[in-house]
């Protein structure tokens, strides 16, 4: 095995040999293949505690894979993005069935070199090092600026549109996403995070507690990469620390208390 991406109850594998296989739940199709009927969670969905082959991918050699909470996707050397799981918020995009059971080409119009997902959205990386994102933005987690909460000219509820693509002010070296947040920072080291600000995970309270276009988390050097975990934020810095913020009732950000904090 050579890279592997955890969703919210599945697991997602990338061999040596270019296979991507799967294994945990599987009711929503996330794990990109059949599942044996006669296994089931102690809730009756359909699992497979066995990691096998997914099903639909084309000839083309897989790059890298990732998983969204209910999502599975996988990218070939040639750009081409494939996800399986839940599309009910166009988070695989426009084309495809509500549950998509096997691999499927997912439409979108650049070449994608990695994407990842939260609980109904989605971050593509370009070839270009731009950021993409689908699904869901009632909380900003797409970064596209558009307030879905506020009715259009026309009394009409905004929408966004399948893809779109994230307005940043430099490539991106590195991106995650959150239950309802997101994260990326730059090939300057500068770290930006949007959408759900409920625990702070973005970093400073904001009203209504949602950022709809990435603002930059102050944290006084250059940030390498980022991680994202459901409701907080993980900054690791050229010098080697690690900047936590947002939700902290469980610890998560390692300060030894309890209450949510920014980096």
Not at 77 to 83: C, Q
Not at 209 to 224: D, F, Q, Y
Not at 240 to 253: F, M, P, R
């Amino acid at each position: 095995v050579v890279a592997a991406a955890a969703g919210a109850y599945h697991s997602v594998l990338q061999t040596e040999a270019g296979n991507v296989m799967t294994c945990g739940n599987a009711q929503l199709g996330q794990l990109g293949r059949e599942v044996p009927k006669d296994v089931t969670d102690s809730s009756g969905l359909p699992i497979d505690p066995i990691a096998r082959p997914v099903e639909g991918l084309g000839d083309e050699a897989v790059a890298s894979v990732g998983a969204g909470f209910y999502n599975t996707f996988a990218t070939t050397s040639k750009g081409t993005l494939y996800g399986a799981g839940e599309n009910q918020n166009r988070q695989l995009g426009d084309g495809l069935p509500l549950n998509v059971m096997k691999m499927a080409r997912v439409n979108v119009p650049q070449k994608i070199r990695r994407a990842t997902g939260g609980y109904c959205h989605t971050l593509a990386l370009t070839f270009d090092e731009t950021l993409l994102s689908m699904g869901c933005n009632e909380d900003g987690q797409r970064g596209n600026e558009i307030d879905v909460e506020k009715e259009d000219d026309n009394n009409a509820t905004r929408s966004s549109p399948a893809v779109s693509e994230i307005a940043l002010p430099a490539s991106v070296r590195d991106f995650d996403a959150g239950a309802n947040h997101s994260v990326a920072c730059l090939v300057d080291g500068t770290a930006l995070a949007w959408g759900s600000n409920e625990f702070g995970q973005c970093g400073g309270g904001e009203e209504h507690g949602r950022i709809l276009k990435p603002k930059k988390i102050k944290v006084g050097e250059e940030i390498v990469s980022v991680s994202a975990g459901y409701a907080h934020t993980m900054l690791t810095g050229k010098s080697g620390k690690v900047y936590s913020l947002g939700q902290n009732e469980s610890g998560q950000l390692g300060l030894g208390e309890e209450t949510a904090k920014d980096p």
